[in-house]
T-cell receptor, first 114, second 109 residues
Framework: IAGITQAPTSQILAAGRRMTLRCTQDMRHNAMYWYRQDLGLGLRLIHY???????GKGEVPDGYSVSRANTDDFPLTLASAVPSQTSVYFCASSDSASGSYEQYFGPGTRLTVT | GQNIDQPTEMTATEGAIVQINCTYQTSGFNGLFWYQQHAGEAPTFLSY????GLEEKGRFSSFLSRSKGYSYLLLKELQMKDSASYLC??????????FGAGTTVTVRA
């Protein structure tokens, strides 16, 4: 089934622990994104990748890192989780090469840091 | 920086029309998107405007005025399933999307 998958669906994590959120797309989109969504703040861009092998910082990158080793996968790592990173995390992709720029979103990961 | 404003909540009756306004001030402009997001789900694409004017797609229409930094999403013949959050997003000069906080629309019978 074409689309974006994220794992895990939800997670409760102790502060200070390391965590990697996984994101995989099978649409061969060149660009991928990570957002966090918090009540009253809307979606905020954490990191993005315009093509495999490149990444860039978004609006709120501190405490997060990403890698883009291939077209399909774009994992997000929290090196040492803090309670302020409690949020819903969405991965998205777009096929900017086609001129569309519409972003397709994964189902999200609900993360609670205690 | 980017500044995108939309109302927090709106309520309307089934079968009615609702207009959700969005105003923006951004560094550069390369298009405006509207997304729908049902509670607990991912956002899904509704519309895209890059030129001034009205884009109609079934019961949903979106309007853009670049000179006024203004857009609206019009939902006609409201149905209960239209109860959701509607997100206005602007693609700025860096081609990245900036989102408003979203407007929660509640449709009542």
């Amino acid at each position: 089934i074409a689309g974006i998958t994220q794992a895990p669906t939800s997670q409760i994590l102790a502060a200070g622990r390391r965590m990697t959120l996984r994101c995989t797309q099978d649409m061969r989109h060149n660009a991928m994104y990570w957002y966090r969504q918090d009540l009253g703040l809307g979606l905020r861009l954490i990191h993005y990748s315009n093509t495999a092998g490149t990444t860039g910082k978004g609006e709120v990158p501190d405490g997060y890192s990403v890698s883009r080793a291939n077209t399909d996968d774009f994992p997000l790592t929290l090196a040492s989780a803090v309670p302020s990173q409690t949020s819903v995390y969405f991965c998205a992709s777009s096929d900017s090469a086609s001129g569309s720029y519409e972003q397709y979103f994964g189902p999200g990961t609900r993360l609670t840091v205690t | 920086g980017q500044n995108i404003d939309q109302p927090t909540e709106m309520t309307a009756t089934e079968g009615a029309i609702v207009q959700i306004n969005c105003t923006y001030q951004t560094s550069g402009f390369n298009g405006l998107f509207w997304y729908q997001q049902h509670a607990g789900e991912a956002p899904t694409f509704l519309s895209y405007n890059v030129l001034d004017g009205l884009e109609e797609k079934g019961r949903f229409s979106s309007f853009l005025s670049r000179s006024k930094g203004y857009s609206y999403l019009l939902l006609k013949e409201l149905q209960m399933k239209d109860s959701a959050s509607y997100l206005c997003a602007v693609r700025g000069g860096d081609y990245k999307l900036s989102f408003g906080a979203g407007t929660t629309v509640t449709v009542r019978a």
